[in-house]
């Protein structure tokens, strides 16, 4: 059972920045991709970023693109979330996922395996 455990996040003020961690404790051949989500109160679990294990591309949700860099060290099993300029639309719990199936949208958060503890982000105005 793989267990992704999340860090980083907390209070800052807009504009400011923010990095999450997002560390596996295996990766096996099936792993495809890591996706960031964020889930903000009385709302649905929503794309953020993902990137794949082996090619490293990444992918954005237009809310974050050019703010947002999703990143990862294959060395460490982690993946990051560096969060620049952020706004108070932003504040909302984040969640890291792992993607272990080939052909899965990495956009749906219903095609992800496993799930991180989730960590809340909060951007003051």
């Known amino acids: 059972q793989v267990q992704l455990v999340q860090s980083g996040g907390g209070l800052v003020q807009a504009g400011g920045s923010l990095r999450l961690s997002c560390a596996a404790s295996?990766?096996?051949?099936?792993?495809?991709?890591m996706g960031w989500f964020r889930q903000a109160p009385g709302k649905e679990r929503e794309f953020v970023a993902a990137?794949?294990?082996?090619?490293?591309?990444?992918y954005y949700a237009d809310s974050v693109k050019g703010r947002f860099t999703i990143s990862r060290d294959n060395a460490k099993n982690t993946v990051y979330l560096q969060m620049n300029r952020l706004k108070p639309e932003d504040t909302a719990v984040y969640y890291c996922?792992?993607?272990?199936?080939?052909?899965?949208?990495?956009?749906?958060?219903?095609?992800?395996?496993?799930w991180g503890q989730g960590t809340q982000v909060t951007v003051s105005s």
């Open positions: 996922a792992l993607l272990r199936r080939y052909g899965s949208s990495r956009y749906d958060p219903n095609e992800y395996d496993y």
């Open positions: 295996e990766r096996t051949f099936r792993d495809v991709a």
């Open positions: 990137i794949t294990w082996s090619t490293g591309n990444t």
